[in-house]
Antibody, heavy 120, light 106 residues
Framework: EVQLVESGGGLVQPGGSLRLSCAAS????????MSWVRQAPGKGLEWVST????????FYADSVKGRLTLSRDNSKNTLYLQMNSLRGDDTAVYYC?????????????WGQGTLVTVSS | EIVLTQSPATLSLSPGERATLSCRAS??????LAWYQQKPGQAPRLLIY???NRATGIPARFSGSGSGTDFTLTISSLEPEDFAVYFC?????????FGGGTRVEI
């Protein structure tokens, strides 16, 4: 069974940093592209970033480019999102997602989410 | 950026009725469109990918159609557990984008 478990969320001041992690199990981690999708309170879904299975390719939404960095450690089956220079509009539940066998760009599997609150 | 517009924003129906949800893209996305269901307090769940393919374990009452710029998600006969918010998403171009969602309520 595919499982994705996020951690690392919490309260951080504007301008601060946070690192999110996503521990994966139940599949061969390096074969799937991985992404983060966020959802501000009461709002819709926003794609944040995607990394290829090998880690050789990364893509970012313009709203986070230069501030958030996505990486993965395939030996540890773990995805990371380093978040710097955080702003109030980064406040959201952050979901880790895997494309699965459906193809790159689809979010076939999701974690339960971790809440990031940016506030003074 | 490809903008996805979902309509209606809210759909008020009863169990057993047919639900028809629309997603319109600002430019062609070919068949690279997916649908997700989200219930309160839960992560989204993939229902349909590549416009018309059901994901594993998704009941046959869910079907997707369309190509280019106009897409439809149909729930043939609503079950109580189908009342939720539905999002469409495209993977034709970066950045990946989602529609604003349609709430299906009783």
């Amino acid at each position: 069974e595919v499982q994705l478990v996020e951690s690392g969320g919490g309260l951080v001041q504007p301008g601060g940093s946070l690192r999110l992690s996503c521990a994966a199990s139940g599949f061969i981690f390096g074969t799937f592209a991985m992404s983060w999708v966020r959802q501000a309170p009461g709002k819709g879904l926003e794609w944040v970033s995607t990394i290829s299975g090998s880690g050789g390719g990364t893509f970012y939404a313009d709203s986070v480019k230069g501030r958030l960095t996505l990486s993965r450690d395939n030996s540890k089956n773990t995805l990371y999102l380093q978040m710097n220079s955080l702003r109030g509009d980064d406040t959201a539940v952050y979901y880790c997602a895997a494309d699965g066998a459906y193809g790159s760009g689809w979010f076939g599997y999701w974690g339960q989410g971790t809440l990031v609150t940016v506030s003074s | 950026e490809i903008v996805l517009t979902q309509s209606p924003a809210t759909l008020s129906l009863s169990p057993g009725e047919r639900a028809t949800l629309s997603c319109r893209a600002s430019q062609s996305v070919s068949s690279y469109l997916a649908w997700y269901q989200q219930k309160p307090g839960q992560a989204p769940r993939l229902l349909i990918y590549d416009a018309s393919n059901r994901a594993t374990g998704i009941p046959a009452r869910f079907s997707g159609s369309g190509s280019g710029t106009d897409f439809t998600l149909t729930i043939s006969s609503l079950e109580p557990e189908d009342f939720a918010v539905y999002f469409c998403q495209q993977r034709s171009n970066w950045p990946l984008t989602f529609g604003g969602g349609t709430r299906v309520e009783i």
